[in-house]
């Protein structure tokens, strides 16, 4: 079981820039995919980006590729979210989410995902 804890979120101008972290802790990190998800007000959670186990193979929803780049640090049990040219309807709150297999590319599915943090609001307003 892993534990996650998701940091960085707040209030920014539209065309802003936020770096979301999440910390995990109580398993090998290293050997499991991650994703970060989201969900707004009034809305179901969607996938937002997701990274492999060695951090070679990442894959983004269309809404913000090209603006959000998911990464991890496997040797501080870390992994980010930075998130540039924030829009309006990127606000919701942010989840990060540990995948229930070993050694895998993730998915985005929210139902391969066996652990998750308990978010972080992020607000993008003028």
């Known amino acids: 079981q892993v534990q996650l804890v998701e940091s960085g979120g707040g209030l920014v101008q539209p065309g802003g820039s936020l770096r979301l972290s999440c910390a995990a802790s109580?398993?090998?990190?290293?050997?499991?995919?991650m994703g970060w998800f989201r969900q707004a007000p009034g809305k179901e959670r969607e996938f937002v980006a997701r990274?492999?186990?060695?951090?070679?193979?990442?894959d983004y929803a269309g809404s913000v590729k090209g603006r959000f780049t998911i990464s991890r640090d496997n040797a501080k049990n870390m992994v980010y979210l930075q998130m540039n040219s924030l829009k309006p309807e990127d606000t919701a709150v942010y989840y990060c989410?540990?995948?229930?297999?070993?050694?895998?590319?993730?998915?985005?599915?929210?139902?391969?995902?066996?652990?998750w943090g308990q978010g972080t609001q992020v607000t993008v307003s003028s």
């Open positions: 109580g398993t090998i990190f290293s050997g499991y995919a």
């Open positions: 989410a540990a995948a229930s297999s070993l050694y895998s590319y993730g998915s985005r599915s929210q139902q391969a995902y066996n652990d």
């Open positions: 990274i492999g186990w060695s951090g070679g193979n990442t």
